[in-house]
């Protein structure tokens, strides 16, 4: 299987099957973030645990990318620490613009997004998820 395919794939299946879909029925933080450009719209909620990330839940209308990104960052964030959170939100963000390389290791199924750097408009609907996730931990103190 070519490299393209496997991550099409990898794509599709995050954007048939998003993970953590759904609010959470009880979030400390709810926020809504819109990307006008392309009419992506959704809604992250999120909850913290002992200071780490106890859950990270979405929900929302979108492209492919949008949701497939949101429901790959709701994956990774569960466990870390607000601090690690951020980090790991800076450092995706920055890899889209193209500003920061990002071993495979790093990357996991996020490396399916690489592609979408090649078309700017759509930069914006990879990294809108991760954007929500920082508002929502400056709105937790964290
Ligand atoms: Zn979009």
Redesign the pocket.
Known sequence: MELDELYQDILLDHFKHPRNYGPLPEPEVLVDEL?PT???HIRLTARLENGRVADVRFDGQ??A??LASASMMSELMRGLTPDEARARAADFVAFMRGEKDLDPDTLGDLAALAGVRQFPL?I??ATMSWHALEKALGKLGG
Do not use: F
């Open positions: 990307n392309c009419g992506d979108g492209c990318i949008s759509r914006k609907c």
